[in-house]
């Protein structure tokens, strides 16, 4: 018994041994040089010797990650702007040699701050008085998808002008208060949200830089229990966003 699991180690680690030799001696070199022509297809399709204008040709694609900052606030209640985080992708086909339209996928946070909620009531004896609660911190996080149409209006300068429409879903809505105190307003807000976009951007080379402005028409609050805390609020967003132009076809 041991002579035979002496021999089958023995053969397995020639075996092994010839494998590695094979490996390390035929297979290494190609292995290698695949790698780098891989590395270096990559490079080559990511980092692109470009020098943008406003003129393209027609069914050029481009995909575009992009990360930036919003400003952001709830009119209908008195509250404070609120710095907030942006970012997606998106993919892009020129119709025409100047005129493009953009599919994009996009996170953001919004909402307000400083917000106070003031409850009028009557005491015992029946006189009028007013109580105020705040501050509260409102947060709100969409999903968005953007269908943007983007003209270029002038050859020689790569500035387009965008405008389309915005469609919002929220995936978390809180109000908290200073003291710590949380509300859970998704349930009692509108889960869609539509705004009609103004942008304008500048390339150059592949980096894109675009302020854009989202109007917002619909009061977020859906139900009598949501409106008294957050009345005829409804969003409002200014965003700055840095893209990396890439392109595809």
């Not at 105190?181 to 009609?196: E, M, P, Q, S, W």
Request: proline fraction near 3%; glycine fraction near 8%; aromatic fraction near 12%.
């Amino acid at each position: 018994m041991k002579r035979i699991l002496l021999i089958t180690a023995i053969l397995f680690m020639a075996l092994t041994n010839g494998q590695a030799q094979v490996l390390n001696k035929d297979n290494t070199k190609q292995i290698g040089q695949a790698v780098k022509e891989g590395i270096k297809d990559v490079k080559d399709a990511i980092v692109q010797d470009t020098k943008p204008t406003g003129e393209h040709e027609q069914w050029d694609i481009y995909a575009a990650p992009k990360l930036g900052l919003n400003l952001s606030n709830l009119p209908g209640i008195d509250g404070k702007v609120k710095l907030g985080l942006v970012g997606g992708a998106y993919v892009e086909v020129f119709l025409a040699k100047n005129i493009a339209i953009d599919v994009e996928m996009q996170y953001s946070h919004q909402g307000s701050s400083g917000v106070y909620r003031t409850i009028n009531t009557t005491n015992a004896s029946g006189v009028p008085t007013s109580q105020k609660y705040g501050p509260y911190d409102f947060k709100l996080d969409y999903i968005n998808t953007n269908y943007i149409v983007r003209w270029y209006p002038w050859i020689d300068l790569p500035v387009s002008f965008t405008t389309g429409i915005h469609a919002g879903y929220i995936i978390s809505a809180k109000a908290k208060l200073d003291n710590g105190t949380k509300h859970n307003l998704k349930d009692y807000i509108y889960k869609g949200d539509v705004a009609i976009p103004f942008g304008v951007s500048y390339e150059w080379s592949q980096w894109q830089i675009e302020a854009r402005y989202n109007l917002y028409f619909r009061k977020l609050a859906r139900n009598a229990e949501a409106q008294e805390l957050m009345r005829n609020a409804r969003n409002n967003m200014f965003e700055v966003t840095l893209g990396y132009r890439i392109k595809v076809l």
